[in-house]
């Protein structure tokens, strides 16, 4: 094993797997373990920001960092390749090259997928779940030139996206008519406060945005949605952003290892039943002392440090530590822009604030989280975006 004694898998490079990738470096534990990331982009994505692509205030190289130089640089390995299939009995994950890599320590972050309606989405309509999607989207936009857009789903990417679609037809001088589709009876961006919610709503309604609220979208044809009920919406280019299921290797397993359809962890963020596997992030399903992990890229990093710090702990001998959840369901704390310099604070479930400060705080959290990771995969301080990415 290249001169390590135990080999460490971790699969993803999201949110989850840079928890995990700065508790190794902290815990200088990159020496001491053959360090394998999985990941068949190899490219961490700031995934906050990706809304932003609609309307061209972020650019792709500004939210994305390509990770292979840096992780050899810090003697850890870049496998290029998707994982298909967890065989947590005996340890090993297989590949979609055909490859089966054994382990003794794994960390699973490979996040989630959207859910998608039955038939899947016709060619006027994307996810914008990531980096990718999200582009994809904006060029739809770009041959809409105009018309209604329709938005599936109001939670916080919802919104987001809505936002970013009127900024950008604003900016264009061109008519985009959006409509948000949302299953539930209220807009609910940020998971439980309701006046952050009406807030949202408020706010994107004065910007010409209509909501058609209690009613999902049972299927998607060529530039028309069939609503529950029968109703049928034209549109001209679509974003569908009605929420996430598991990973198809995370479906797979057997039940045991799952609590609902995600991935069960304790305490310490061990898979419940398998010796030697940890998860985090979007994959699982996590609750401690009674509170629910909310599915948030923040909660993920501080999952994935835990997880770090624990296999730090066996290797150690020392009892592992409990994580703490910092973003849980039960008490809600996010950052949702809406577009024209506004977004919405949720605290908890009671205080909420709408207006330029949040937008302004919310774009600070995302400098400085680029900034440190710069830092962390060793780029050289003081150099332009451009540069960082060459």
């Keep these: 094993m290249s001169g390590h004694d135990k080999r460490l898998l971790v699969l993803g490079t999201g949110f989850a797997a840079l928890g995990v990738l700065r508790g190794l470096t902290r815990r200088d534990l990159l020496d001491r373990l053959e360090v394998l990331f999985v990941s068949s982009s190899g490219s961490f994505e700031y995934l906050p920001s990706a809304p932003e692509l609609v309307s061209d205030k972020v650019t792709r190289e500004e939210i994305r960092r390509d990770l292979s130089h840096a992780l050899k640089m810090l003697g850890a390995e ?3 390749a998707r994982a298909t299939e967890l065989q947590l009995e005996d340890r090993r994950v297989a590949l979609e090259t055909g490859e089966v890599l054994d382990y003794d320590y794994l960390a699973v972050g490979i996040g989630a997928r959207p859910w998608m309606p039955p038939g899947g989405l016709p060619s006027s309509a994307t996810t914008t779940y990531r980096v990718d999607d999200t582009l994809r989207f904006r060029q739809l936009l770009s041959e809409a030139s105009g018309g209604t857009v329709l ?4 939670g916080l990417t919802g919104v987001e996206v809505a936002g970013e679609v009127v900024d950008l037809g604003e900016r264009l001088g061109v008519d985009y008519r959006v409509t948000i589709v949302e299953k539930l009876e209220r807009a609910a961006p940020c998971m439980g406060n309701a006046r952050a919610g009406e807030l949202a709503k408020s706010f994107l309604e004065s910007r010409g945005i209509k909501f058609i609220l209690g009613r999902g979208v049972e299927r998607m044809e060529d530039g028309r949605a069939i609503l529950e009920g029968g109703e049928e919406l034209e549109f001209e280019a679509a974003a569908w952003t009605a929420g996430v299921v598991p990973p198809e290797p995370v479906e797979r397993l057997p039940r045991k290892y799952k609590r609902g359809r995600f991935m ?7 898979v419940i039943g398998a010796q030697g596997a940890y998860a985090a992030g979007d994959c699982v399903h996590l609750e401690v002392g009674g509170r629910w992990a909310a599915k948030m890229a923040e909660e993920a990093m501080f999952q994935g440090e835990t997880i770090a710090e624990n296999i730090w702990r066996e290797l150690k001998g020392l009892p592992l530590r409990c994580h703490k959840i910092r973003f849980s369901v039960q008490s809600p704390r996010c950052l949702v822009s809406l577009g024209a310099g506004r977004a919405v604070l ?3 479930k009671r205080i909420a604030l709408l207006g330029r400060f949040p937008y302004m705080l919310k774009k600070r959290i995302e400098r400085r989280f680029m900034a440190e990771l710069d ?6 301080p003081g150099s332009s975006a451009r540069e960082r990415q060459g």
């Design 78 to 80: 870049l496998v290029r």
């Design 151 to 154: 938005i599936v789903g109001a």
């Design 264 to 270: 069960a962890v304790d305490e310490y963020m061990r």
């Design 346 to 348: 949720a605290y908890g």
């Design 375 to 380: 830092e962390l995969l060793g780029r050289l």
